[in-house]
Structures are given as structure tokens and as C-alpha cells.
């Protein structure tokens, strides 16, 4: 590297870790919360389906995922993850 370039990531530095942990966080799947047991997985993931499937195509957009993803998802029995 030059000297040109050292200096550019250290200006820049603090904003391309923003933007990677931005990414990062859309791209990670989100968990169900902490501390349910094995039953309160399954009706969270039962419950959080059903109502995928209830979306429309602007609601689907909001979060991220078209119709075939939000079906496919939706479709899946609660025991699977």
C-alpha cells in the first residue's frame, strides 16, 4: 500500500465498519427469542409463519423477501427450522 491509501482507510475506516455491521445484520437470520424450550420454538416459529403468509407484497418488501421466499418459509412445518 501506498501512503495514499493509509491514509484513506484510516479516514474511512469507522464508516466501511459501519456499513459491513449494516450488512451483517440484514444478512444474519434472526433468532427466536432467548429462553423459550423446545415447545415455545415451535409456536413461535408456528405463529411468526402463519402470519408470513398473511403479508402482502409491500409488507413483504419492508422486511426483505418476495412472494416465493415468503411462501416457501411460510410453508414449512414448525419443527423445522
Not at 2 to 19: F, I, K
Not at 26 to 40: D, F
Request: net charge positive; with cysteine; proline share 5%.
Amino acid at each position: 500500500m501506498n501512503g495514499l491509501s493509509d491514509v484513506r482507510l484510516t479516514l474511512h475506516g469507522p464508516q466501511l465498519e459501519a456499513e459491513h455491521d449494516a450488512v451483517k445484520d440484514v444478512l444474519q437470520p434472526r433468532s427466536a427469542p432467548t429462553g423459550l424450550g423446545r415447545w415455545g420454538l415451535f409456536a413461535h416459529r408456528f405463529n411468526t409463519r402463519r402470519v408470513l403468509r398473511t403479508l402482502d407484497a409491500d409488507q413483504l418488501r419492508d422486511v426483505g423477501l418476495n412472494q416465493e421466499q415468503a411462501r416457501r418459509e411460510g410453508c414449512k412445518p414448525f419443527w423445522r427450522s
